[in-house]
């Protein structure tokens, strides 16, 4: 499975990137991105399999992210790993077509149910 990692946070996208080997579910980290806009350009060039990706960025945050996906009818899988846990966040996000949204802190067993289901 090709993943596209989207945080501004390096320190997080690391710690995204070393709890998905941990799953023991086969992943290949096509990239990191930065923002939205970054992503927009990613997501063209590796076609990803799931785009797991921060809820607050700077240029452009996830929610328009998913929605100028969507507007350009791409389907890829989208879930949020976010430390915005609240309902109107969970519901705006599966509303917008995520599959899920990861709460942080999270652990291992999150990711795994998640990327294999798209339940979290």
């Given at each position: 499975?090709?993943?596209?990692?989207?945080?501004?946070?390096?320190?997080?996208?690391?710690?995204?990137?070393?709890?998905?080997?941990?799953?023991?579910?086969?992943?290949?980290?096509?990239?990191?991105?930065?923002?939205?806009?970054e992503a927009?350009?990613?997501?063209?060039?590796?076609?990803?399999?799931?785009?797991?990706?921060?809820?607050?960025?700077?240029?452009?945050?996830?929610?328009?992210?998913?929605?100028?996906?969507?507007?350009?009818?791409?389907?890829?899988?989208?879930?949020?790993?976010?430390?915005?846990?609240?309902?109107?966040?969970?519901?705006?996000?599966?509303?917008?077509?995520?599959?899920?949204?990861?709460?942080?802190?999270?652990?291992?067993?999150?990711f795994r149910?998640?990327?294999?289901?798209?339940?979290?």
């Open positions: 499975m090709k993943i596209l990692i989207v945080d501004d946070s390096r320190a997080m996208r690391m710690i995204v990137a070393r709890t998905l080997r941990q799953t023991g579910v086969d992943v290949n980290i096509v990239g990191e991105a930065a923002n939205g806009q927009l350009k990613m997501i063209a060039e590796f076609g990803p399999d799931l785009v797991l990706c921060d809820w607050n960025m700077p240029v452009m945050n996830g929610l328009e992210l998913l929605t100028a996906l969507r507007a350009a009818n791409n389907p890829v899988r989208f879930g949020f790993v976010t430390s915005e846990g609240t309902s109107d966040v969970r519901e705006t996000a599966l509303a917008a077509g995520a599959a899920f949204v990861l709460v942080k802190p999270f652990m291992v067993e999150d149910v998640a990327i294999t289901t798209g339940k979290p």
